[in-house]
């Protein structure tokens, strides 16, 4: 019988799911990023358990093999994570942290490196996650690092300095350190960047090398076509493992479901299904039926995506907090508000806390469903309990209350983000600005622009367009070319002004 299938927050086209500590502890694969790109690898040793299976994520495929060393009972690692991750000035780096751990607790193993960095991956703080692996290939043969090591580094070295430096790194290993794990630990560098000529040419070495007989490799260039929207040659890739006798594991299964849903193929996708409960050697995990799930919603079967998501929920295990953040946004999807505030209690009372990523879920999914009152319970809630402020919380409220026409209220929700100490960014004060030139209020809308300029992480903000020319449209109607010389001037000032026109044609 057809399983029935939950929607997975692999949004079609697919876009990888958030990271899991379950994926990231799982016992090899190709990637283990650690130390920094400047290294003498002459020092660093293989891989000594080439039969140790490699396991993959559809969410992370990039978790190629990591061993994370789990099995030790550890001494306080979470202490150590927490003086890296709270540094006040994280530009010093992780080594001044370590260094002063050894010299004044104890001596650090390798388990305790690999466990912290594996902690930082996990929240993405992939610069001093590096640091932590540059440190410990610093102490020379104190350490063995593997292979698995070297991939791990190259997939940090990729996010934090970029794809030329972790080739650099790549070719600067050893032979015996070029195995199929640093090979897929480039590979995924390559698919997550959609760099899809190199891709295919390092997946044709891996063939030629024999580091293609499992399922890894496959679907990273499967994820990669998706990605790329050449659906056609995800089909080719699983006849072509089929050929070969490569095994299909649960993440090849629900790579191809999700190609299916892409394209809208209903009969292919549940033919796919029918294929995998068939296979003794695969057991559907939830993020199956959540992609089975939003399928169906985006063709509108509602009674299909709920059922799916129950036959999700039975498949939750573990500490995992990624799938109930799915199962809320899902259930707001198909329009089931009891559903969503349920999996919200279950959420927390599974856990002694939720993170920010959780009531940012729920605060979406009640605002798709048009429960205000709910989110602004949800909001306060969050706004009251937590340390750490983040603006894509308060954004998520006030661009609902600017879309509405409450100005007024989207205000008031910043007010009280900057009373608790929270740091909007520069899209903040621009959906405000937005709010305030809808209504006509030109000044009040500027000083949000001017804000917008000189706020955190002003470097990478470009105001939209569609905002700009609606200033530019209203200093036109209200005659204020005072307030459009001071537009410009904020334009100029980040090197814009060339990218819109004034209402009388000047920059």
Known sequence: MLLRSG??????PFQALPISSSSLSSSASYSKVTLGFHQNVAVLRSERRPGYPILCSISQVHSYGTV???RRPVLRWNSLYRRISTMEDPSLGSG???????AEERRLSKWDLCRVAKELRKFRRHKLALEVYSWMVAQGDRFTVTSSDMAIQLDLI???HGISHAEEHFSNLPDNLKDKRTYGALLNVYGQAKIKDKAESLMETMKSKGYASDALPFNVMMTLYMNV????????LINEMK??????????????ITSCASMEDVEEMERVVGEMTSDSNINANWTTYTTLATMYTRLGNFEKAESCLKDAEIRVTGRDRTPFNHLIGLYGNIGKREEAYRIWNWYKSSFPSILNLGYQSMLSSLIRLGDMDGAEV????????TSNYDPRICNILMS?????????KAKDVLDGFLEKGGKPRPNTWEFLAEGFTKEKRLSEALLCIKAAASSEGVHRWRPRPTNITNLLELCKEKNDMDSLDMLMDLLRSRGLENMYMTPHGNS
């Open 7 to 12: 929607i997975s927050p692999c949004s079609l």
């Open 68 to 70: 994370d060393y789990e």
């Open 96 to 102: 001044i942290v370590l260094d002063r751990w050894e």
């Open 158 to 160: 990729a996010k934090v």
């Open 229 to 236: 929207e050449e659906h056609e040659k995800v089909s080719m």
């Open 243 to 256: 050929e070969k006798n490569v095994t299909f594991d649960i993440y090849t299964y629900n790579i191809w």
């Open 378 to 385: 949800i909001y306060e809630e969050w706004l009251s309990g």
């Open 400 to 408: 609902s209350y600017v879309k509405e026409g409450l100005v007024g």
